[in-house]
């Protein structure tokens, strides 16, 4: 008898528990009830799209020489989408609409070193307009004026030293997006060099999201070299002028 | 109100005017959009932004991301895009180009963390298009503030518009030539 109660309070209590956790998925966001894994998003499109290759995102966990981007790319056929990578602070990406050949590897340094050129030659100009806006004593005493100052000399040294790794050949790969067969995916997610596989997810619309790869170090910080981050707000101004050319009508 | 009342009150409403110059309003109030920029363009296929925040906020939820959109309405001008940004988490939308676009193709750039981006700092995201062909295009750099709408995880198809109203506008327009570099600044 007593058992019996028991029994129908700790049923009661399951049902009490079933339905706080039902009513919980129901009212939760949507994107936060569907987290399926890596293998069930390659199971389910290869269920619902069994001829068309699925875009997915490798890592490699640090930057990878060109050769063995390519090496990798060529073992598995794989379709190259976007290649992602970073250098001293520098992240960048390529991708092309239509083409998805290895060459891709090689037009992303070249266009990648476009960037950064440009970027650098920008950065005198942007110093200009500082040192014109700003008179010495007014951007040397107010923190915010010297901390951008100082954000100006801190991209150029990023850009000026990704460059030089860019044009010396250093590795700079981190990540690519491929397209492929989920059988050719699963094999490329194998391989020792693939160290996260992140494959793309069909949303709304038809459309497949494929997750984007995190850098090495995340993204989240302007990376300040140290000799950008010593310098003291008078000597951040002085910078900006041997950059940027004296100030007009700054100083009198 | 005696005469040292009326001197006072003067005074304290003449202070507070004198506060309100000083302190443009616009300038203090926090904004999803970089309130000071400048686009550049070098008359070919690299097209250059920088801008900071003066203040930044006035988001409309807990977990934005910020899209500032190249949208080009003239969609033979350029193909895809590399894109290289300081911006926090940032991530490309050149893939989705076009593809809910009508009468034009916006290639975007965004960061999944704006919220963390700093005041008084300067920020970037330079496109290097490739292909193309066509003599102008006119332009309107726009943001929007995205949500994670579709799906969970960070990537541009899970992303979707934060509301209809006050979470988007247009930073700069005009036209691309081919051939003729440019600049424009926007100051907000």
């Known amino acids: 008898m007593s058992s019996t109660r028991e029994s129908r309070i700790a049923a009661r209590k399951l049902g009490v528990v079933a339905l706080v956790v039902t009513t919980l998925l129901l009212t939760a966001p949507i994107w936060a009830q569907d987290q399926p894994s890596p293998e069930e998003r390659l199971t389910s499109w290869a269920k619902a799209h069994p001829e068309t290759p699925l875009q997915a995102t490798i890592s490699f966990g640090k930057a990878v020489a060109d050769q063995q981007v390519r090496s990798f790319v060529e073992k598995h056929d794989l379709g190259l989408v976007a290649v992602y990578t970073h250098a001293e602070g520098v992240h960048a990406m390529s991708r092309e609409r239509t083409a998805t050949d290895v060459g891709l590897i090689a037009r992303a340094r070249g266009r990648i070193v476009e960037v950064a050129e440009a970027r650098v030659e920008r950065m005198p100009v942007i110093a200009r307009q500082f040192l014109e806006e700003n008179p010495k004593e007014k951007a040397v005493s107010d923190r915010q004026l010297s901390g951008l100052g100082r954000s100006q000399l801190a991209i150029l040294e990023n850009n000026r030293a990704a460059l030089a790794a860019y044009k010396a050949n250093r590795p700079i790969v981190y990540a690519v997006t491929v397209s492929a067969s989920v059988d050719v995916l699963k094999a490329a997610a194998g391989d020792p060099m693939a160290k996260s596989f992140e494959p793309g997810v069909e949303v709304e619309g038809g459309r497949v999201a494929v997750p984007d790869p995190v850098p090495p170090g995340g993204t989240a910080e302007l990376r300040v070299p140290a000799s950008v981050g010593e310098l003291t707000p008078a000597q951040v101004y002085e910078r900006l002028q041997e950059l940027g050319g004296p100030a007009q009508g700054g100083e009198r | ?188």
């Not at chain 2, 190249?70 to 290289?84: E, G, H, K, R």
């Not at chain 2, 327009?173 to 100051?187: A, D, I, K, M, P």
Request: aromatic letters at 16%; one cysteine or more.
């Open chain 2, 1 to 188: 109100m005696t005469r040292i009342q009326k001197t006072c009150a003067f005074a304290a409403l003449t202070l507070m005017v004198g506060a309100l110059v000083a302190l443009p309003a616009a300038a203090q109030t926090p904004k999803q959009y970089p309130q000071y920029g400048t686009l550049n363009y070098n008359g070919a296929h690299l097209v250059q932004t920088d801008f900071y925040w003066r203040a930044i906020g006035n988001w409309h939820t807990s977990d934005p991301a910020l899209e500032l959109d190249m949208n080009l309405y003239n969609v033979d001008y350029f193909d895809s895009c590399t894109i290289s940004s300081n911006m926090p988490s940032w991530y490309d939308d050149c893939g989705f180009a076009g593809v809910m676009d009508s009468g034009y193709e916006g290639f975007g750039a965004g960061s999944y963390k704006p919220e963390t981006a700093k005041t008084y700092q300067y920020y970037y995201a330079d496109w290097n298009f490739s292909g193309g062909s066509g003599l102008s295009a006119d332009f309107k750099l726009s943001w929007q503030e995205m949500k994670h709408t579709f799906c969970w995880f960070d990537a541009t198809g899970c992303m979707g518009g934060a509301c209809s109203s006050g979470c988007g506008g247009v930073l700069k327009s005009g036209r691309l030539n081919w051939g003729t570099s440019q600049s424009v600044t926007w100051n907000y």
